[in-house]
């Protein structure tokens, strides 16, 4: 599928991967409906993308709030080639922790948002993908990725929760896109290593210079553009579909 001129959806959009992945779609000449709940800073992008941009508030959780969102993506820019899901949280909480048991609320919401979140948006999105145009020589309709995170193979003390969320991303990738493969939709899922984000902004200097030490190579934390590129890569090739791409200088976590 060509990336040039797509109309997608980021979820996740104001900041971190899904700004970037935004940034990279609009500078293709495409146009990207914005996903999230932080309107104010999607405001101040707004402002720069012009026309090339649109901004729906919207909580991945609500399912209602998801299809309505995505028929209103539909009718401000038309068929929907793309869908890229960053929506998520990163909290760390032990299972026993010193003031006691983790509630089942707090490991229920971030289920809700990584892995239900992510869900929401695709089963609707292939709602209205279905009714696409075909294009190209492999007759493609769409394209969805998720968000996965190396943490799904390799989860670290206190990330029970975000483990198992993203470890429920990349094990549904395979078989949506073995449902979806007769509508000529693909589905893939990146996992990123440690990427400078606004996840990682509260950390010491200390902290992250560790972090960026542990990757064999660069010795650094990823940046959200090399993310973007490869969302850009993924569109392109045809070949990649039903598969967890991990991001990440081959870093492989330890268990803290």
Do not use: W
Request: proline share 4%.
């Amino acid at each position: 599928m060509e990336f040039k001129r797509l109309n997608a959806i980021v979820t996740g959009a104001a900041s971190g991967l899904g700004l970037a992945v935004t940034q990279h779609i609009i500078a293709a000449g495409g146009t990207v409906v914005m996903l999230d709940l932080d309107a104010e800073h999607c405001a101040d992008e707004l402002t720069l993308f012009g026309e090339h941009a649109h901004f729906i508030a919207t909580d991945v959780i609500s399912v209602p709030a998801v299809d309505a969102a995505l028929k209103q993506a539909h009718a401000l820019t038309g068929e929907i080639q793309l869908v890229v899901n960053c929506a998520g949280i990163a909290p760390s909480q032990r299972v026993l922790a010193r003031d006691g048991l983790i509630s089942n609320a707090a490991f229920q919401r971030v289920i809700d948002i990584n892995l239900n979140g992510s869900f929401n948006v695709c089963r609707a999105a292939v709602n209205l993908m279905q009714h696409n145009n075909p294009a190209g020589k492999d007759e493609e309709r769409g394209v969805l990725i998720n968000t996965a995170s190396i943490a799904a193979f390799e989860g670290q003390i206190g990330q029970a929760a975000y483990a198992a969320s993203k470890g429920g991303i990349a094990s549904m990738t395979l078989p949506l896109a073995r449902e979806f493969a007769r509508l000529g939709i693909r589905v893939m899922s990146i996992a990123p290593g440690i990427f400078e984000t606004p996840m990682f902004d509260q950390l010491p200097q200390e902290a992250r210079d560790a972090l960026a030490a542990n990757t064999p190579y660069p010795k650094r934390l990823g940046h959200p553009d090399e993310f973007a590129a490869l969302v850009q890569h993924i569109v392109e090739n045809p070949m990649l579909n039903g598969s967890t791409i991990r991001l990440d200088g081959a870093l492989r976590m330890g268990q803290k």
